[in-house]
DNA sequence: TAGCAGACGTCAGAGGTTATAACGCAAATA
DNA sequence: TATTTGCGTTATAACCTCTGACGTCTGCTA
């Protein structure tokens, strides 16, 4: 991200953490996040196991910067499309958005659970990756901020999500698209995240029509 | 489940087998499903680590074995609640069963999260994991199916549900008792998942009264 | 009741993992 | 050019899963 690298030196140890994030990658798609291991990555890359920790603390510090590198690539990816359908409403808007985010995740269903599954035990979110999440939710909350009327917040989600406006501060949307906002989150999370694990699959339940109907009912529910 | 195991041997068996699980199921709530250690549970039970293969193949065979008791005790689970409200309105009974299920998933977030988190790597549910998941579905399907109006399925996803359920046999609740429960089931995995992998943690919002509008979401929408 | 088959638990070990320590070498810096 | 710094190696410890060989003890059967 940071655009120079100094040295030489720094510009070969950026190349090689990416070259190992790389195959880390590959191996998640594969073998999920328990089969991401450090010896195989080292081999893949045509070194020993130990050498990879003059780059990673240990293996759960390269997972963090995986699940990073993920809320970052999610991100991008929403807010590319929401810029590509810029003209358009802010209801085909959402609608892109959404169809996106389950696109992405179906893309790379491992990713996907790297973020939003089992989370690593030990394991907690440095700060940054609150940032990311907050990148990725904002797409869907800026086009439905175009929609939602002005309104006083009433109710205790209400009370929460304006604290948490304030707390975040920027532009200041609409209490109500706050409020439409995670719930739209919750609701594309529920579908995408059983599409994901293959809950459907038992069922015989294709969950494409399911998932329009539930980006439909975000947008049809009234706004109260 | 059997209710008699004939020798004295097989007793003993099914004994140790309980105690492993337990073990198991402790370890779980601690370190996570890839905390499980055959060895760890051995050493808890007061045994060498190869010993517990006579008793599991090996640990997926006992991951499997877990998953099952866990879709066993959320089934059981939902329909004792049901039952207890079985005199109530079925708008009633459904806000119980889906509060039931939310605390449930609070109750144990490792076995919510072993059955719909990250499946483990090699993992293949058995046949029986499907009529399980099935019997955990049921009581919210039945509470929706006594509100639903007969009709007739329009659309894709009514069409998959139909097809299901001549497959499934048994009753034939309406199909806008199926749709809707479907999605039901979609909206409340949502706000549990993400609650339970501590995705509200970031943004302060505390998911009781998103998951309320949740369910009332659920119960308000038009049966169309 | 006596004997025996089979289940059980142990140890030993192969092959895998994460992670650390010590060493030599090459490259960038002063 | 001399020195420091970083890198990759091997060796090693401490885990892990899982297999095979070997006694022991138990419960069934004759």
Redo the contacts between chains.
């Keep these: 991200m940071s655009a120079a690298p100094r040295s030489p030196r720094e510009r070969f140890r950026e190349q090689t953490r990416n070259e190992a994030k790389r195959v880390a990658m590959e191996q998640l798609a594969v073998?999920?996040?328990?089969?991401i291991s450090v010896n195989a990555i080292a081999k893949e890359m045509g070194v020993t196991g130990p050498a990879l920790y003059r780059y990673f603390a240990n293996r759960d510090a390269l997972l963090t910067e995986l699940v990073a590198d993920g809320y970052r690539d999610l991100a991008e990816t929403l807010e590319r499309i929401a810029h590509e359908h810029r003209r358009r409403s802010p209801e085909n808007r959402f609608r892109e958005v959404a169809a996106g985010f389950r696109a992405w995740a179906l893309a790379g269903p491992q990713c996907f659970?790297?973020l939003?599954?089992?989370?690593?035990?030990?394991y907690a979110?440095p700060e940054e990756?609150?940032e990311l999440?907050?990148r990725a939710f904002r797409p869907i909350l800026d086009a439905l901020a175009e929609l939602a009327p002005e309104g006083a917040p009433s109710?205790?989600?209400d009370r929460?999500?304006v604290?948490?406006r304030e707390?975040r501060g920027g532009p200041r949307p609409p209490v109500a698209a706050l409020r439409k906002a995670?719930?739209a989150?919750?609701?594309?999370?529920?579908?995408i995240?059983?599409e994901v694990?293959?809950?459907f699959a038992?069922?015989?339940?294709?969950p494409?029509?399911?998932f329009r109907?539930?980006v439909e009912?975000v947008l049809a529910?009234p706004w109260v």
């Design positions: 073998s999920g996040p328990s089969g659970l790297l939003f599954g089992t989370p690593v035990p030990g979110a990756t609150f999440a907050d109710g205790a989600l929460q999500l604290s948490w707390r995670v719930r989150w919750s609701r594309l999370h529920g579908v995240s059983l694990i293959g809950q038992g069922m015989g339940v294709g494409e029509p399911l109907a539930e009912s529910e």
